[in-house]
């Protein structure tokens, strides 16, 4: 038996865009803890000479990732700022390790918002129907009882204009008869019901 399709989450992760033979790496960010350097055996490897060989820390904690320079000779910044402390990242956020620009990208986050947004549970809203003036006041009359010929001479038109009036105000209030439109208004407050 075959269940419900997962979501895949995709991975936080930076995307090299400075120029040069790093443009277009990829460094995922798969682990709790990760060391972002230029050694060949770091978590995240950045093969460059103005990247420290232990140049950043990269933690994913409290459903973020946070970024912490370790002293590097050329610096880590965010968005142009240099990163002093430890820093949480937002998708989208332009890091820079030395020379080195990237691109930060998590669309998990993105997709956690929606998430969210659908499991917001809204009461139901019951749409008013939009009443012409002409509707609203042959509604009223119904309402006092009036017979469609009272209403024609209180209006100055035919009884079968009347007639089609009553049938419009009918189908915009899902009713089939005078009775139940003048309910239907009622519990929708088109009507008072004095």
Same mark, same amino acid.
């Given at each position: #038996? ?10 936080? #992760? %930076? @995307? ?5 033979? &790093? !443009? =277009? !790496?990829?460094? /995922? /960010? ?6 972002? $350097?230029?050694?060949?055996? *770091?978590?995240?490897?950045? =093969?460059?000479?103005? @990247?420290? !060989? ?17 002293? *590097?000779? $050329?610096?880590? %910044? @965010?968005?142009?700022?240099? /990163?002093? +402390? ?13 020379? @080195?620009?990237?691109? %930060?990208?998590?669309? *998990?986050?993105?997709?956690? $918002? ?41 209006? $100055? ?12 105000? %009918?189908?915009? &209030?899902?009713? !089939?008869?005078?009775?139940?439109? /003048?309910?239907?208004? #009622?519990? #929708? +407050?088109?009507? +008072?019901?004095?």
């Amino acid at each position: #038996m075959v269940g419900p399709a997962k979501r895949l989450i995709p991975l936080p #992760m %930076f @995307v090299v865009t400075s120029d040069g033979p &790093l !443009r =277009g !790496r990829v460094l /995922v /960010v798969d682990a709790e803890e990760q060391v972002l $350097g230029r050694r060949e055996n *770091s978590d995240l490897q950045l =093969g460059d000479p103005h @990247v420290s !060989r232990a140049h950043a820390v990269v933690r994913r904690q409290s459903g973020a990732v946070w970024l912490e320079d370790l002293g *590097s000779t $050329g610096g880590t %910044f @965010v968005n142009g700022e240099p /990163v002093t +402390g430890s820093q949480a990242l937002r998708h989208g956020d332009l890091v820079r390790f030395g020379t @080195v620009e990237t691109r %930060f990208e998590d669309r *998990s986050s993105m997709m956690e $918002g929606d998430d969210a947004t659908q499991l917001i549970e809204l009461p139901p809203v019951e749409d008013k129907p939009v009443l012409s003036p002409r509707q609203q006041e042959v509604l009223n009359y119904l309402k006092d009882g009036l017979t469609n010929p009272e209403i024609a001479v209180h209006l $100055g038109v035919t009884e079968r204009t009347v007639k089609a009036h009553c049938q419009e105000v %009918f189908d915009r &209030l899902g009713a !089939r008869n005078r009775t139940a439109a /003048v309910a239907v208004a #009622m519990r #929708m +407050g088109l009507v +008072g019901d004095d």
